[in-house]
């Protein structure tokens, strides 16, 4: 499982830590230098969102036409490029192309690394795969926080620090990842609207979360730094626990399986978004365990996301994780420039409320597989192949 997980979890860390979410841990330094405003973070953190969001519509697509591994070369080149672009950007457009080219590897990578899941790995050791994959971005806060303590100033040479590790993980994920995706060869990619129907409720719990979760990773650093006057160094080791504890979400496939997929996804969202609620407590334990929270939770819940999306999509996961983080990637988008707005027009504290009382919407969201939608993915001729009896009786019957 191992040869497949490290490299795998090495370009998630590199994709979403590196290419999407260092920009809110270095946007202080960025801001003063290219003289940004509010409303101009905030676009860019929406420009990163909306090529999350397109790479993940074609995402699925490219896996069938191009398997597994070009996708994941697609991922590691946008990231290099993007990253290099960032380093050395005179100005705000420049700047937001970048950032948009950077984040493209992120819709990428995530999608093509569950069908690597799926294809590879013992139906045992799926869900753990799948979520020790995913916690990559927790592995990528870790590094990029020492490098931004270190280099606080110097964010340009940080940027460029970052398309290094990219283009490394890149080639060792080329190496290792097989390129034959042998359960879609000849597979017919499911069809939009059905899959969208079969899996709306994983979908609305995606939105909801990509809202209320965006303005933690575009502004909780700026927060620290305007409104509680943390120094440059606090707020970092805020970011570096924020990864560390990041890492727990790994154990979210066994905690799923132990537990259930309603009561996890009900826990996580109630912590969450007391995560967003307590960072605007200007105490030092609150502000620290804002950070521990939101880490745990944010990798926990995609994990989450992953598993429900490759239960309902059993035979083409990647379209199952790809819808999942589309809609992620949508709330994402929005929540991240309306939070640029309600910063700039209001303040900091009513936007993390607001944005965590959002998010609090989500507990509503059933999720629960009926027999139905899981037996839908088995007997679609046209892009499954035939599962065993075992598979079969597992999906029909599967309760959350």
């Known amino acids: 499982m191992w040869k497949f997980v490290l490299p795998g979890l090495a370009m998630i860390g590199v994709t979403f830590a590196f290419a999407r979410f260092s ?45 597994q591994v070009r996708v994941i070369q697609f991922a590691g080149w946008s990231a290099i490029l993007g990253l290099s672009g960032i380093a050395f950007s005179p100005n705000f457009p ?87 995706s042998s359960q879609t060869d000849g597979i017919e990619q499911p069809k939009w609207i059905p899959s969208i129907k079969k899996a709306k409720f994983l979908l609305l719990a995606s939105f909801i979360t990509g809202i209320s979760s965006s303005i933690f990773w575009t502004f909780s650093r700026s927060y620290l730094t305007d409104v509680h006057t943390m120094s440059d160094v606090e707020s970092v ?17 066994g905690f799923i399986n132990k537990f259930g997929l309603g009561l996890s996804y009900r826990l996580t969202v109630t912590f969450m978004m007391i995560a967003l609620a307590i960072i605007t407590i200007p105490t030092g334990v609150a502000i620290y365990g804002s950070a521990i929270f939101f880490g745990i939770t944010y990798i926990f819940m995609t994990g989450i996301f992953i598993v429900w999306a490759t ?54 969201v059933p999720t629960r597989i009926s027999k139905e939608v899981s037996e839908l993915d088995i007997n679609d001729k046209k892009f499954s192949p035939v599962h065993n009896f075992q598979d079969r009786q597992r999906e029909g019957t599967m309760k959350f």
């Open 237 to 253: 080791v805020f970011w570096i626990l924020m990864g560390a504890a990041g890492m727990g979400g790994a154990a979210a496939g």
């Open 23 to 67: 920009f809110g841990l270095f946007l202080p330094d960025i801001s003063k230098t290219l003289g940004l405003s509010e409303n101009n973070a905030g676009f860019i953190g929406s420009t990163a969102y909306a090529s999350y969001t397109l790479a993940l519509i074609t995402s699925s697509y490219f896996i069938q036409k191009w398997g």
């Open 311 to 364: 239960r309902i999509f059993t035979n083409f996961p990647s379209m199952g994780v790809g819808l999942s983080f589309l809609f992620l990637g949508a709330g994402q988008s929005i929540g991240s420039f309306v939070a640029g707005v309600t910063i700039d027009g209001i303040s900091y504290p009513f936007s993390f409320i607001l944005f965590a009382v959002i998010g609090l919407v989500g507990l509503l």
């Open 94 to 180: 420049i700047l937001a192309l970048s950032t948009f080219i950077a984040g493209l590897g992120s819709g990428w990578a995530s999608p093509a690394y569950a069908q690597v899941a799926g294809n590879s790995l013992k139906d045992k050791d799926k869900d753990r795969g799948n979520t020790w994959m995913n916690s990559g971005t927790s592995f990528g806060l870790i590094v990029s926080g020492p490098i931004a303590l270190f280099f606080t100033e110097h964010w340009r040479f940080s940027f460029i620090l970052f398309a290094v590790i990219a283009f490394v993980v890149t080639i060792w994920n080329t190496r290792k990842i097989p390129s034959k």
